[in-house]
């Protein structure tokens, strides 16, 4: 499946954004329902990190601990999109943020190694 990012942008600390990860090319609606979507997020001079997953049918998702509560993902499976609304943004969430792929939907969501397919990326800057 192929993924493409956006909806990243230039914010103040405190406002919000909504990122989508759409699949792209030669991709059906059940398709895409078959994956589990992930983002991820890599700061300049740090590490990818993980944010949040969501399962196949937006029933369940996962968090990374650091960002609970303002961050939201969610999908829609009609438009082949998978959503990240943040909120209350603050300077260090300043990061190029990806959406990858994985077929299985686990307690740990982290590791990068486990993702089949990922997306370009997404630049957010959260200015204080």
């Known amino acids: 499946v192929q993924l493409q990012a956006s909806g990243g942008g230039l914010v103040q600390a405190g406002g919000s954004l909504r990122l989508s990860c759409a699949s792209s090319g030669r991709t059906s609606d059940r398709v895409f329902s078959y994956w589990v979507i992930s983002w991820f997020r890599q700061a300049p001079g740090k590490e990818r990190e993980f944010v949040a997953a969501?399962?196949?049918?937006?029933?369940?998702?996962n968090y990374a601990d650091s960002i609970r509560g303002r961050f939201t993902i969610s999908r829609d499976n009609a438009k082949n999109t998978v959503y990240l609304q943040i909120d209350t943004l603050k300077p260090e969430d300043t990061a190029v943020y990806y959406c990858a792929a994985r077929r299985d939907f686990i307690t740990d969501m982290s590791r990068r190694s486990e993702y089949d397919f990922w997306g370009q990326g997404t630049q957010v800057t959260v200015s204080s």
């Open positions: 969501i399962d196949w049918g937006g029933r369940s998702s």
